[in-house]
Nanobody, 127 residues
Framework: VQLQAFGGGLVQTEGSLRLSCAAS????????VGWFRQAPGKQREFVAA????????RYADSLKGRFTISRDNAKNTVDLQMSSLNPEDTAVYSC?????????????????????WGQGTEVTVSS
């Protein structure tokens, strides 16, 4: 199983960026996917999650309205559209996957509940 996150880069404050997570080696539509981020000197934090069905999505409260998660099961990808970025969004963003079980609905914020991780892509927001 491989997950690869890409699309990071340098963006100015109030700019937008779209990250993608490409998965291989698994039956993608059986898996839920989460995005996490880790800023320098800080703990990893939950960003967004999506179940196998795109109708179910969840976001960190502080990011609602600015970030949108989506998926394309035909392409085995999950995207994270980020807008109105600010320097506090600077971090390494990683995607992770786990089977879309019933308990995912309560477990999705905890990074320890994911089985597969991508290597992360770095996002830097300049002021």
């Amino acid at each position: 199983v491989q997950l690869q996150a890409f699309g990071g880069g340098l963006v100015q404050t109030e700019g937008s960026l779209r990250l993608s997570c490409a998965a291989s080696g698994l039956t993608f539509d059986r898996y839920a996917v989460g995005w996490f981020r880790q800023a320098p000197g800080k703990q990893r934090e939950f960003v967004a999650a999506i179940r196998r069905s795109s109708s179910w999505t969840r976001y960190a409260d502080s990011l609602k309205g600015r970030f949108t998660i989506s998926r394309d099961n035909a392409k085995n990808t999950v995207d994270l559209q980020m807008s109105s970025l600010n320097p506090e969004d600077t971090a390494v963003y990683s995607c992770a996957a786990r089977l879309n079980t019933i308990d995912f609905g309560t477990d999705f914020r905890n990074s320890r509940n994911y089985d597969y991780w991508g290597q992360g892509t770095e996002v830097t927001v300049s002021s």
